[in-house]
């Protein structure tokens, strides 16, 4: 019998995105993640298990080989300090834009800037990457509010359709990176189980050509 391979999904809009690839690559979890209580859930499959958890904890997980391999947003990877993951797979799922933006009409084209932001690093690395000063503030969610509100002259956020920087009188400025899920490895699994976790990497490679 294989050993076990524990999957760590993100929950929230990147599950309902994963789950049907994960079922194109014969995979199916038992209980419903929408409704159980479960962190764990089994699947068809008895030797697959996967953790319903936080999207910024996937990495973690993943890296201390509690689970063998995630799915997480490359926006969060980005954030993630260590070098314990193999990123071999573009789900090209939850697609989007990580961006600066600015309150309608205004530059940000300043010697020193205030930025609000969750993705405290990315922004850091972006503005020394541009050599502009940045005062950067962590911010845990609403990021749009902080230009409106007086808190920063911009923000670092991500940006799909647009509509809630429009519905908040914000525009986007700068492009800082494209975004989109992908399927992470725990290094050392990726050695030592090489041919259970390539095989479930074609897979899912499979099923991510067949989704286009
Ligand atoms: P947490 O629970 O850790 O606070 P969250 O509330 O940001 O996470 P979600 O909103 O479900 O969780 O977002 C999870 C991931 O989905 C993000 O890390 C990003 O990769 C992607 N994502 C977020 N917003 C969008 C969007 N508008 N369009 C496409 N993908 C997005
Ligand atoms: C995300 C993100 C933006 C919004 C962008 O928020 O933090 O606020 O989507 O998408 P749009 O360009 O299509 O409007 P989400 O809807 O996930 O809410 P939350 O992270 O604040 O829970």
Redesign the pocket.
């Known amino acids: 019998m294989t050993e076990t391979l524990t999957i760590a999904l993100s929950k929230g809009?990147i599950l309902k995105d994963t789950l049907p690839l994960l079922a194109y690559a014969g995979v199916t979890p038992i209980d419903d993640p929408d409704t159980s209580r479960k962190l764990i859930l089994d699947t068809n499959q008895a030797d697959i298990k996967l953790l319903v958890i936080r999207a910024s904890d996937v990495p973690t997980y993943v890296e201390y080989g509690a689970a063998q391999i995630g799915v997480a947003g490359k926006d969060v990877l980005l954030e993630h300090d260590g070098t314990g993951l193999y990123e071999p797979v573009d789900l090209k799922i939850a697609v989007?834009k990580i961006m600066v933006a600015a309150e309608n009409g205004k530059s940000i084209d300043q010697p020193r800037i205030r930025v609000a932001t969750k993705y405290v690093k990315t922004a850091r690395r972006y503005f020394a990457s541009k050599e502009q000063q940045a005062e950067i503030i962590k911010l845990y969610?609403?990021?749009?509010l902080a230009p409106i509100a007086g808190l920063a002259d911009c923000i670092v956020?991500?940006?799909?359709?647009?509509?809630?920087?429009k519905a908040n009188g914000l525009s986007p400025v700068e492009h800082i990176a494209d975004i989109s899920s992908r399927l992470v490895v725990n290094k050392a699994a990726m050695k030592i189980r090489h041919e259970q976790i390539k095989q479930f990497i074609r897979q899912i490679e499979t099923a991510v050509a067949k989704k286009k």
């Open positions: 809009r989007c969610g609403s990021m749009e956020d991500l940006v799909d359709t647009g509509n809630t920087l």
